[in-house]
């Protein structure tokens, strides 16, 4: 095997193993694991579902107003007095003590049939909560997704710069043997240095991505920022198993977005129904039942004790003939706004049939381009090859060596780019067509 790639080979070997001991006993992370760990510590994914549980405790037939109010009241009075006259029916002094209790009970019987129009209503509003509980989830899921995605891009770029200094370095040896022995001139030796000196930096700055990249993915995992996260360095794009159509009806059934929006035009048509039962009469039913002790204890004669119910039930009818106008102008606003949903759900279907088609266009030209940065991989590391062999015989120069080195590296770069985008588009179709777990 040729010097340099023996050098760079036992490097290789000697980084993997430093690795391998580092990292005994430590599981990589993979995508599913990385998923089901932020839903289950990321407060904002929790915050969502329990605004969920919020709007679906709202359904209660005691929320729409369908069963009666009752009150208990209670109360105790002791008093004291004393009088002085010259009257011979004169109390003298007295104490009174007073035990009352009253129930009373409200209950609407019709409305307008706004009771009906506020159960549907909530009905309505709790689910649209569970959609919009999941939209924000499916967006964090796409995050945490994404940013496992770009740990892995950054941690396979760290490998390609450190190759690359390892080649340098390799190539500053051998110019630096060169020319203590007279073999190379001093601008050689010069840029290998520089070369050198460049991949080493650029090498420190990818360590620096590689740690912001480890922090932003705890920061969503919900867990420390400085946790160590092992991850398979590997971009695996699954296979798109469906054609256009079969994706754009899935989206139009299925997507998260296009689902809150329908629903937020159905709740718009509830508010509107609701708005119409104001022009109509209420009907109440009223109750109370109550209940007296009384205790009067005077120094001049007996206790007088007095106890007492009472009760009463009646029907109360209200029409209200004239408040402004504010009815009919809350009804006209309720009508706007239904009408302004219909427009705004056209809209997003519109958005949405024209997204779904930019994704599985991007999708394939960008397995397309995989396959030929693949191929410029191949043909960079030959050529590499065949430069490494002529440089090392001498008939090509330390520069040339470094042109095929830069392309090489270049062809590495945008390999690991071009199946990052495309596993990031596939992930986005993935939320477009509502096929992420988020249970």
């Known amino acids: 095997m040729r010097f340099i790639y023996l050098r760079q080979f036992l490097l290789i070997i ?57 009150d208990a009241t209670g109360n105790f009075l002791l008093s004291h007095g004393d009088v002085e006259t010259n009257s011979p029916f004169s109390f003298g002094s007295t104490d009174v003590e007073n035990i009352s209790g009253q129930l009373s009970l409200n209950w609407t019987l019709f409305d ?14 709790s689910r649209l909560g569970t959609y919009q509980s999941r939209e924000i989830i499916e967006n964090y899921v796409v995050a945490i997704s994404a940013s496992y995605f770009n740990l892995i891009r950054q941690e396979m770029l760290l490998d390609v710069a450190r190759e690359t200094m390892g080649i340098s370095r390799t190539r500053l040896e051998k110019e ?8 190379a001139s001093s601008t050689d030796l010069l ?29 969503l995992l919900g867990q420390n920022p400085t946790k160590d996260i092992s991850v398979r360095k590997e971009i695996e794009i699954p296979s798109l198993n469906i054609t256009y159509d079969q994706l754009l009806d899935l989206a139009m059934e299925k997507n998260s977005g296009l689902r809150l929006t329908r629903q937020g035009k159905i709740v718009a048509d509830k ?9 109509l009469p209420r009907l ?15 120094d001049a004669g007996e206790d007088i004790t007095s106890q007492s119910t009472d009760g009463s039930i009646g029907l109360n009818l209200s029409y209200n003939l004239f408040n402004g106008g504010s009815d009919r102008i809350n009804f006209r606003a309720a009508q706007l706004t239904a009408k302004n949903q219909a427009l705004n759900l056209r809209e997003q279907e519109i958005q949405l049939s024209g997204l779904v088609n930019e994704k599985y266009e991007s999708f394939l030209r960008q397995l397309k381009l995989v396959e030929l940065e693949e191929q410029n991989v191949t043909a960079a590391s030959q050529n590499l090859e065949l430069q490494n062999d002529r440089y090392q015989l001498g008939t090509s120069s330390s520069l040339e060596f470094r042109d095929a080195q830069v392309n090489f590296n270049r062809s590495q770069i945008f390999l690991i780019s071009a199946r990052y985008s495309a596993r990031i588009t596939f992930l986005e179709i993935q939320k477009l067509i509502g096929q992420l777990d988020i249970d």
């Open 112 to 125: 307008g049939m706004g009771m009906f129009s506020n159960k549907s209503r909530f009905n309505a509003l």
């Open 14 to 70: 000697f980084i993997a193993a430093f690795c391998a001991i580092n990292s005994h006993g430590q599981n990589e992370l993979t995508l599913e694991d990385a998923v089901k760990i932020g839903l289950k510590q990321n407060n904002n994914i929790q915050i969502a579902r329990n605004s969920a549980r919020i709007a679906q405790q709202n359904t209660s037939l005691g929320t729409a107003g369908f069963l009666p109010k009752i």
């Open 176 to 183: 630096q043997v060169r020319h203590d022995v007279g073999g």
């Open 271 to 279: 508010d509107v129904a609701l708005a119409r039962t104001r022009f």
């Open 191 to 219: 840029n290998a240095r520089v070369s050198f000196n460049n991949d080493e930096a650029a090498f420190l700055n990818q360590e620096i991505r590689v740690v912001i990249a480890r922090k932003d993915l705890n920061v």
């Open 284 to 298: 109440s039913l009223q109750a109370t039942y109550g209940y007296s002790d009384r205790t009067t204890r005077r």
